[in-house]
Nanobody
Framework: QVQLVESGGGLVQAGGSLRLSCAAS????????MGWYRQAPGKPRELVAT???????NYEDSVMGRFTNSMDNAKNTANLQMNSLKSEDTAVYYC??????????????WGQGTQVTVSS
C-alpha cells in the first residue's frame, strides 16, 4: 500500500505564493507520475498539474506560467510551487500518484487534501 501526505496549504493574499508538498511512502518500487487536482465548492475536481518520473510536466491552462510542479525521485516527493495566486485558485488541493508496488502491482493513491485560500 502507498500513502500520500500533503502539506503546505494555507491562507494567502492575492499575488502571494504557497508551496504544496506531497510525500509518498509505502511499498513503492517505482512512481510513474504525481499530479495535483483541486476542487472548489460546487465545482468538479479538476486536474491542475502533473509530472512524470522523467520530469515531463503538464499544466492546466489557467495555472500555466504561475505554478511549477517538480519531483524528487529519491524522496518520492512532489512539490507544487504556486506563485501569483488568484482568488479563483481557492480550493482543496489533492495530490495523486500512480506506479508500481512490490510484485509489480499497480497503485493509485490520493492525498488527504489541503486547503488553499486566496483572499483579495
Amino acid at each position: 500500500q502507498v500513502q500520500l501526505v500533503e502539506s503546505g496549504g494555507g491562507l494567502v493574499q492575492a499575488g502571494g505564493s504557497l508551496r504544496l508538498s506531497c510525500a509518498a511512502s509505502g511499498s513503492i518500487v517505482s512512481i510513474n507520475a504525481m499530479g495535483w487536482y483541486r476542487q472548489a465548492p460546487g465545482k468538479p475536481r479538476e486536474l491542475v498539474a502533473t509530472i512524470t518520473s522523467d520530469g515531463s510536466t503538464n499544466y492546466e491552462d489557467s495555472v500555466m506560467g504561475r505554478f511549477t510542479n517538480s519531483m524528487d525521485n529519491a524522496k518520492n516527493t512532489a512539490n507544487l510551487q504556486m506563485n501569483s495566486l488568484k482568488s479563483e485558485d481557492t480550493a482543496v488541493y489533492y495530490c495523486h500518484t500512480n506506479g508500481r508496488s512490490r510484485r509489480l502491482l499497480r497503485f493509485d493513491s490520493w492525498g488527504q487534501g489541503t486547503q488553499v485560500t486566496v483572499s483579495s
